[in-house]
T-cell receptor
Framework: GENVEQHPSTLSVQEGDSAVIKCTYS??????FPWYKQELGKGPQLIID?????GEKKDQRIAVTLNKTAKHFSLHITETQPEDSAVYFC?????????FGTGTRLQVTL | SAVISQKPSRDICQRGTSLTIQCQVD?????MFWYRQQPGQSLTLIAT?????????ESGFVIDKFPISRPNLTFSTLTVSNMSPEDSSIYLC??????????????FGEGSRLTVL
C-alpha cells in the first residue's frame, strides 16, 4: 500500500517568514495530493491540493509543488501569520482512499 | 461541500466497555470513511462504510473490534468494542464532497475524542 513520509515533524518560524513542509510517497499510481490543516480540537480541513497532471498550484500565501518523477511534494507558506500555527498533514491518494503523512506542527512566533 | 456531525464529541469510558460513535452527513454519499488519530499522531484509515454491504477494513483493523453500520446514505456508526487504554484516540468520520472521489474534497467531522481509563 501507499506510504507517505513527512518532514519536519515540528517547525518554528517567525511571523512573516516562509515555511516549507516536504512529503514523499511510495505508490507511483497516486494521483491526488491534498494538504490539510488541523487546529486544536477540530477535524482536518483542506487548505490546498494538487493533482498529478500539474506541477505547481498557488492560492494566495499557500503553494504546493509536485515532482512525480521523484515522488515528492511540498507545501510552501509565505508571510506566515500567528493564525497559521497548527498541525499540517500531507496525503496521497489513489482510487478513493487517502494515506496521510505523520504531520508537521507549525508554530509561528511573534 | 459536506457538513458532518459526530456524536459524542468526547467521552470517558471504562476499560472493557463499548462505545458507539454516530456520524451524520447533510447529503447522500456512497462511501463514508472512519479514521483513527491516536494522541499526537497522524490519521489512520480504519474502514470504509458502504451502504448495503459490509464495511471494508484496513490491515490491522477487524470487524469484531470495530463493528460498523451503514443503514442509509447519510448515516453511519462505528463501535469501539471491549475498550482498553490503547483505544484512547480521536475517531473521525469523513466523506468525499461533491464530485467523484479524487475530483472533490475529503471532508471531516470534528471528531470524537475517547479516553479509556
Amino acid at each position: 500500500g501507499e506510504n507517505v513520509e513527512q518532514h519536519p515533524s515540528t517547525l518554528s518560524v517567525q511571523e512573516g517568514d516562509s515555511a516549507v513542509i516536504k512529503c514523499t510517497y511510495s505508490d507511483s499510481a497516486s494521483n491526488y495530493f491534498p494538504w490539510y490543516k488541523q487546529e486544536l480540537g477540530k477535524g482536518p480541513q483542506l487548505i490546498i491540493d494538487i493533482r498529478s497532471n500539474v506541477g505547481e498550484k498557488k492560492d494566495q500565501r499557500i503553494a504546493v509543488t509536485l515532482n512525480k518523477t521523484a515522488k515528492h511534494f511540498s507545501l510552501h507558506i509565505t508571510e506566515t501569520q500567528p493564525e497559521d500555527s497548527a498541525v499540517y498533514f500531507c496525503a496521497a491518494s489513489f482510487a478513493s482512499k487517502l494515506t496521510f503523512g505523520t504531520g508537521t506542527r507549525l508554530q509561528v512566533t511573534l | 461541500s459536506a457538513v458532518i456531525s459526530q456524536k459524542p464529541s468526547r467521552d470517558i469510558c471504562q476499560r472493557g466497555t463499548s462505545l458507539t460513535i454516530q456520524c451524520q452527513v447533510d447529503s447522500q454519499v456512497t462511501m463514508m470513511f472512519w479514521y483513527r488519530q491516536q494522541p499526537g499522531q497522524s490519521l489512520t484509515l480504519i474502514a470504509t462504510a458502504n451502504q448495503g454491504s459490509e464495511a471494508t477494513y484496513e490491515s490491522g483493523f477487524v470487524i469484531d473490534k470495530f463493528p460498523i453500520s451503514r443503514p442509509n446514505l447519510t448515516f453511519s456508526t462505528l463501535t469501539v468494542s471491549n475498550m482498553s487504554p490503547e483505544d484512547s484516540s480521536i475517531y473521525l468520520c469523513s466523506v468525499w464532497g461533491t464530485g467523484a472521489p479524487n475530483t472533490g474534497e475529503l471532508f471531516f467531522g470534528e471528531g470524537s475524542r475517547l479516553t479509556v481509563l
